[in-house]
């Protein structure tokens, strides 16, 4: 796949979360439920793909991507662990309390996203310089 490829499917899959979230607005808790179930295991199987992605290509990427990968495992890890922690406790305080940590929680992943696809299109087009640069010393 090239370089810009991944960015079209970076963007095409942003706007099926849109989508579910849109969406979500108007289901009944059960078929929210279930949407959050799916996200979840969409989102476990993305990061394991993303271990295994990143043990391949070891060699070839820098340290700095290597940590940020194994920190980003780490993180949804943990926001996995506390959501399970948070449904178990049901008090009407707590749960108030629990929905505005949840949807700051939201808020911090999408920065973290917008942050990330700033960093990926950066990293894109200095691929694109490097790999016309090698190209030009090999012809040249």
């Keep these: 796949m090239a370089l810009s490829d991944t960015l079209t499917t970076l963007a095409e899959r942003a706007k099926a979360a849109e989508d579910h979230v849109s969406r979500a607005t108007a289901q009944n808790r059960e078929q929210v439920q279930a949407a959050v179930d799916r996200a979840r295991e969409d989102a476990q199987a993305q990061a394991a793909k993303l271990q295994e992605s990143a043990r391949g290509a070891e060699a070839k990427i820098s340290q700095w991507w290597a940590e940020m990968q194994q920190n980003w495992r780490d993180h949804t890890a943990e926001v996995s662990r506390d959501i399970a922690t948070r449904k178990q406790e049901h008090n009407a305080a707590r749960a108030a309390h629990e929905a505005d940590r949840a949807e700051a929680d939201a808020v911090a992943a999408v920065e973290f996203a917008l942050a ?13 310089l490097a790999r016309m640069e090698a190209d030009e010393k090999a012809t040249g």
Excluded at 116 to 128: G, H, N, R, T
């Design 116 to 128: 990330a696809i700033e960093e990926a299109e950066y990293a894109v087009l200095d691929a694109q």
